[in-house]
């Protein structure tokens, strides 16, 4: 073997070890490929929340216009309620009927004739 291949070895080796895995054995020999690969970096907290935030919201959305629209398995189709009759127009006509009553007294009786004067 080579100077370098020994090296890289051995940096795979102390690298594996390092990070806990393969048990001493080099990584490149674990996954059957020639090189190193390093592990992936988790994702910031806010990402997965806005992420899933996001992916709830439309999921939400697309529910709500299935459920407009009656696409609704659990409450099925159903039908559309006709609008309810206009109600009736109420015309109230006001009537003012004025009565005048005309009571008529009888003249009253005539009174004896004054006695005449001698």
Do not use: E, I
Not at 23 to 40: K, N, T, W
Not at 55 to 63: D, E, Q, R, S, V
């Amino acid at each position: 073997m080579s100077r370098t291949t020994d090296a890289q070895a051995r940096a795979a080796r102390s690298l594996a070890v390092r990070r806990g895995g393969a048990g001493g054995r080099s990584l490149a020999a674990d996954h059957g490929s020639g090189r190193f690969r390093p592990r992936s970096r988790r994702p910031h907290p806010a990402a997965v929340l806005a992420s899933a935030l996001g992916l709830f919201l439309t999921l939400l959305a697309l529910l709500a216009w299935q459920m407009r629209g009656g696409g609704d398995p659990a409450l099925g189709a159903g039908t559309r309620a006709a609008p309810p009759p206009r109600p009736q127009r109420v015309v109230v006509v006001h009537r003012v009927v004025r009565r005048v009553v005309v009571v008529h007294k009888p003249a009253p009786a005539a009174a004896a004739p004054p006695p005449a004067a001698s």
